[in-house]
């Protein structure tokens, strides 16, 4: 590949060469033509300079001549063959890219395929199977069988079928299916026929990434039908029994408005005429369309200007307060994020203000500042020299003695001990005994046991107890099966402190955080949707399979990176580059659409206001969507300068329910295990040397003798084969056959 880039590079430069000469034998002036661009162009493919890539001339038309330009007849009578040359670099340059792509990609896809092979291996000797390929080897073994045998079996054993939530079937689980499905339907069983019916949203397909695909579903609701039962019925269910009235109306205009957004036929159908929901008897309702206000660079260089994230977690508990103060209570609040790390900003924001909240996800163990202080500690234990593990926590420690002595004087009178004896004397005057000597000497869960007794008073270990005692599970499950120290356990939490979160429980009249996909399904009364800004034209770097007839790869099929640059490799590859952007805008409707459609009865949204470039047009992100669509309504006077735009009156409409809290709090452990209070009795040592321990061997020498013996004939035998073995001595055999034999022929 790497041979044949090179040939297509040489070739180009033959013919822009053989197109310059022409210019020249025909003494043609560079400045017969406007700015020179066009024979500039010629020369940058011959010198192989990057700028060639600015321009790309297809027709006379695009070539500008200037009108005062001597021998236009000639230059006009030369172009075509020039213009027949470059029209050959054109298409050797979008190979050379496709080559350029797939040659950028080899090695990782060799590497995928040696861990494959060695998967394949690991596999075969174990006799396992992994169930990612189960699906796929399914596919393989029944695709050209009409009526496999065991799906014969179900087919009569099951006659009816029902699928929910069909948009996330992945396509190789429907045409495994459809096998089993279509033997049950075609035929009749004393007389019934089978059935099946399916219920889903292509609105709602957001697991793409996993197999569900919403063209699936669109293509069934339209003219296909896999099955040999022609009786197909389609029922579309329109009314809406979760919202009230004008979060269903701001839905169904604002999706609609979004349909124009598709080229797609498909997708652009859908929103236009199919997502439209009749309103229920719940008349009312409140929708709120906010944006974060500009950020102003601060003129004091000291003075930190907020970033988005701070605004939009600003804007978030504003709304809150704004809910609650309307009769909602916590736990009739959901903040719904796009991206996991937008829940912990929010949940860092709405803890630190006191607000209570639930979060499977977001409740991260590594942000409690109580374990940051034990990490620090043991920072600081694992090596005396970090100073800035000592500055943290005593940083911890200043705020429970402010009222004593000032922060700051705390923290640099304690970084001013050079010597861990002198600091551990003055952390005494603090009531706080340890020794940091000692604490190394000791096992890793003991060391953290000590540090909460020491460091966490009485109080506070009635709020930590969640985030601590969590956390001692990790470091017990760490020592026990790893027999983990500090430094082996430090190196462990950075690379693993983000995948432990604490959990919480659902009765507690809390604020929920959820990201939009653990949503789906559910509903609540108040739907607040910050960081409204998605930009989904920047789409995380993903790969795209490309079929190639092209003999130099020797594939059918090619990995290259999904970018714009494929547009360049044909018109092939454009057709499904452009495919991929479409469905990419499909996702990230359908997932704002399950986001606006949970709320019951108050949804607010908070974008960020972005301005169009200088030919109008506007960002390719979700905050343009909103102004856009604020911007076509007639009965709003969209204003940049105004923030805040409401649909309905914000008013509580349902009725309020009182929060008996049935959450019961587990009492924290505060004494540490003593050591020296353990005694470890053995029986076995007791007796050592005793007539009853010569017993017991005996028993268990007789009980092994007699597993070799299945009936009196062969006593015998066993003997032999204990002496064989060594288990007993030719002095013994005497003794041991006669109570064998004893054993033997009791009655």
């Not at 099946?196 to 957001?206: A, E, H, N, T, Y």
């Not at 002198?422 to 190394?440: A, C, G, P, T």
């Not at 869960?445 to 506070?460: D, Q």
Request: glycine fraction near 4%; charge should be negative; charged fraction near 25%.
């Amino acid at each position: 590949i790497a041979k044949a880039h090179e040939m297509l590079e040489n070739e180009n430069i033959a013919l822009a060469t053989s197109a310059f000469s022409l210019l020249e034998s025909n003494q043609i002036d560079s400045k017969s033509f406007a700015y020179e661009t066009f024979p500039k162009h010629i020369q940058f493919i011959i010198c192989k300079d990057a700028r060639a890539a600015n321009h790309k001339f297809e027709s006379e038309t695009e070539v500008k001549i200037k009108k005062d330009a001597k021998n236009i007849a000639l230059i006009e009578s030369v172009l075509p063959q020039i213009l027949s040359n470059l029209a050959v670099v054109y298409a050797n340059n979008e190979k050379k890219d496709f080559y350029k792509a797939f040659l950028k990609n080899i090695t990782p896809l060799s590497l995928l395929n040696t861990v494959n092979n060695e998967l394949s291996k690991i596999q075969t000797e174990q006799n396992v199977l992994s169930i990612s390929e189960f699906n796929a080897i399914i596919h393989n073994e029944i695709q050209n069988q009409p009526a496999p045998f065991i799906y014969e079996r179900l087919g009569e054993k099951y006659r009816h079928f029902f699928i929910d939530e069909f948009q996330d079937t992945s396509e190789m689980q429907w045409q495994n299916l459809i096998p089993l499905i279509d033997n049950a339907t075609s035929g009749e069983i004393d007389g019934e026929k089978g059935t099946l019916m399916i219920v889903g949203d292509p609105k709602q397909s957001i697991y793409r990434w996993r197999g569900g695909k919403a063209e699936q579903f669109i293509a069934l609701s339209k003219n296909e039908n896999p099955f040999n039962n022609p009786d197909k019925t389609l029922e579309h269910l329109k009314k809406n029994f979760r919202s009230y009235s004008e979060i269903i109306n701001f839905n169904n205009a604002f999706f609609k408005f979004l349909s124009s957004e598709f080229e797609n036929e498909d997708y652009k159908d859908l929103y236009e005429n199919h997502s439209t929901q009749e309103i229920n008897d719940k008349i009312g309702g409140f929708v709120n369309v906010s944006f974060i206000p500009k950020i102003e660079k601060s003129e004091d260089e000291n003075e930190e200007a907020l970033n988005k994230t701070d605004l939009y977690v600003a804007a978030t508990l504003s709304t809150i307060k704004k809910a609650i103060a309307q009769g909602f209570i916590y736990k009739d609040i959901v903040i719904l994020t796009r991206k996991r790390s937008q829940g912990i900003a929010i949940a860092n924001y709405l803890t630190e203000q006191k607000i209570a909240i639930i979060s499977s996800e977001t409740l991260m163990i590594q942000n409690a500042t109580e374990v940051k202080l034990i990490i620090n500690i043991l920072k600081y234990l694992n090596n005396i020299a970090n100073q800035d593990a000592k500055a943290h926590f005593l940083e911890y420690l200043a705020k429970d003695f402010e009222k004593e002595i000032a922060m700051h004087d705390f923290m640099s009178k304690g970084m001013s001990f050079e010597n861990e004896v002198d600091f551990e004397e003055w952390l005494v005057e603090f009531d706080l005994k340890l020794s940091f000597k000692n604490l190394r000497k000791k096992s890793l869960y003991e060391a953290v046991e000590i540090i909460i007794t020491t460091f966490f008073n009485a109080s506070n270990l009635k709020v930590i107890n969640g985030y601590v005692q969590y956390f001692q599970d990790i470091v017990l499950e760490r020592d026990i099966r790893n027999q983990a120290g500090i430094a082996d356990f430090l190196n462990f939490w950075d690379k693993n402190a983000s995948k432990y979160s604490i959990p919480s429980p659902e009765g507690n009249n809390a604020v929920r955080i959820m990201t939009i996909h653990k949503s789906k399904g559910l509903e609540f009364p108040v739907v607040i949707l910050p960081f409204a800004d998605e930009d989904y034209s920047r789409s995380p770097k993903n790969k795209l399979w490309l079929a190639t007839e092209d003999e130099d790869f020797g594939l059918s099929k090619v990995l290259i990176d999904n970018s714009s640059a494929v547009k360049g490799f044909g018109e092939n590859a454009k057709s499904i580059y452009n495919q991929k952007k479409q469905e990419e805008l499909l996702d990230n409707v359908n997932i704002f659409y399950v986001a606006l459609t949970r709320a019951e009865e108050q949804l607010y949204i908070i974008s960020d206001y972005v301005k169009p470039n200088k030919e109008g047009v506007y960002p390719n992100n979700m905050a343009s969507f909103f102004i856009k669509y604020l911007e076509s309504l007639s009965e709003i006077n969209f204003d940049e300068n105004i923030l805040s735009y409401d649909f309905g009156i914000q008013t509580k409409l349902s009725l309020s329910e009182k929060h008996i809290d049935s959450s019961k709090t587990i009492p924290f452990v505060t004494s540490v295990l003593n050591p020296k209070n353990i005694k470890i009795a053995q029986r076995e040592a007791l007796m050592w040397g005793t007539q009853r321990q010569d017993a017991i061997e005996y028993g268990n020498l007789i009980h092994e003798i007699l597993s070799f013996v299945n009936n009196k004939n062969e006593v015998n035998l066993a003997i032999e084969k204990a002496l064989e073995n060594g288990l007993i001595k030719q002095s013994q055999k005497e003794a041991v056959t006669k109570t064998i034999i004893e054993i033997v022929n009791h009655k």
